[in-house]
């Protein structure tokens, strides 16, 4: 099992960039794929990001791409989300998940083991 901790959110304009980080427990940290998803207010939790165990595979919403850039240290049992040119619909509380499973990382909310507790990112117009 592992434990997920977000950090990183906060309040930023339009345009801007914030890098959100996502600290796990234990030393499997780089037998997992991690992703990023994101929940706004009265909406389902939906994909940001995702990456493989190595960080030679990352994966994309298409609402994010070009402007999101996940990363991740495995000897630092961290994954990152940089997030630049920031718009106000990118708001919402982002989550970082573990998917123990092997294969490709995966868009699918529901493929996901493990959950952190979330950091809210705001985005003012």
């Known amino acids: 099992q592992v434990q997920l901790v977000e950090s990183g959110g906060g309040l930023v304009q339009a345009g801007g960039s914030l890098r959100l980080s996502c600290a796990a427990s234990?030393?499997?940290?780089?037998?997992?794929?991690m992703g990023w998803f994101r929940q706004a207010p009265g909406k389902e939790r939906e994909f940001v990001a995702a990456?493989?165990?190595?960080?030679?595979?990352?994966l994309y919403a298409d609402s994010v791409k070009g402007r999101f850039t996940i990363s991740r240290d495995n000897a630092k049992f961290t994954v990152y989300l940089q997030m630049n040119s920031l718009k106000p619909e990118d708001t919402a509380v982002y989550y970082c998940?573990?998917?123990?499973?092997?294969?490709?990382?995966?868009?699918?909310?529901?493929?996901?083991?493990?959950w952190g507790q979330g950091t809210q990112v705001t985005v003012s117009s």
């Open positions: 998940a573990a998917d123990r499973k092997y294969g490709n990382p995966v868009s699918d909310v529901y493929e996901y083991d493990y």
């Open positions: 234990g030393r499997t940290f780089s037998g997992y794929n």
């Open positions: 990456i493989s165990r190595s960080g030679g595979t990352t």
